[in-house]
T-cell receptor, first 114, second 112 residues
Framework: EAGVTQSPTHLIKTRGQQVTLRCSPI?????VYWYQQALGLGLQFLLW???????NRGNFPPRFSGRQFPNYSSELNVNALELEDSALYLC?????????????FGQGTRLTVV | DAKTTQPTSMDCAEGRAANLPCNHS???????VYWYRQIHSQGPQYIIH?????ETNEMASLIITEDRKSSTLILPHATLRDTAVYYC?????????????WGLGTSLAVNP
């Protein structure tokens, strides 16, 4: 069974540009979570989508946004990129309504803003 | 979500048990303890989770104290491939507060 897949694996963008990152959850998972991990730091929660709706949002500016599609895949969009947006962006998926459910992570997208 | 405290780093000899402690003194009754690990620059890997009973799976054992204020992740026979950052997280598993709050974890070095 395929795990969580993210694309692209690496990306280099210029300050001020916009970027879209993609995530395909494990089949049957309806919840998708996005995290940012800057170099040497812990994971910071960005967004949680479930059944196409944004359920929760971390402490990030509005230029970080996303959406979830009917097939439960998700996109993370970052507008007006800043140098400090350089990080590993991780997507995770889980079953939505089942208690005791763990989240499974993809390998991430390494974004470098220059 | 409750906060967790973990040692910054630990060492373990290959083949020996690695015992990774975690303090979560403010945990509430409906919060679960989760453990993940992250091998350098890869996505975090789920290890195990529990509420109040000890848990064991093919990867590890989780020992939760009776008052639930601390727990220990045990890797029974550590290998070099277990070298990673180990994260202890507590979270509620329901409602709109289901995000994971991550600390900086414990960097475990398994030495030959």
């Amino acid at each position: 069974e395929a795990g969580v897949t993210q694309s692209p694996t690496h990306l280099i963008k210029t300050r001020g540009q916009q970027v879209t990152l993609r995530c395909s959850p494990i089949s049957g998972h309806t919840s998708v979570y996005w995290y940012q991990q800057a170099l040497g730091l812990g994971l910071q929660f960005l967004l949680w989508y479930d059944e196409g709706e944004e359920r929760n949002r971390g402490n990030f500016p509005p230029r970080f946004s996303g959406r979830q599609f009917p097939n439960y895949s998700s996109e993370l969009n970052v507008n007006a990129l800043e140098l400090e947006d350089s990080a590993l962006y991780l997507c995770a998926s889980s079953l939505a309504v089942v208690m005791n459910t763990e989240a499974f992570f993809g390998q991430g997208t390494r974004l470098t803003v220059v | 979500d409750a906060k967790t405290t973990q040692p910054t780093s630990m060492d373990c000899a290959e083949g020996r048990a690695a015992n990774l402690p975690c303090n979560h003194s403010t945990i509430s009754g409906n919060e679960y303890v989760y453990w993940y690990r992250q091998i350098h620059s890869q996505g975090p890997q789920y290890i195990i989770h529990g509420l109040k009973n000890n848990e064991t799976n093919e990867m590890a054992s989780l020992i939760i104290t009776e008052d639930r204020k601390s727990s220990t992740l045990i890797l029974p026979h550590a290998t070099l491939r277990d070298t990673a950052v180990y994260y202890c997280i507590v979270r509620i598993n329901a409602g709109n507060n289901r995000k994971l709050i991550w600390g900086l974890g414990t960097s475990l070095a398994v030495n030959p």
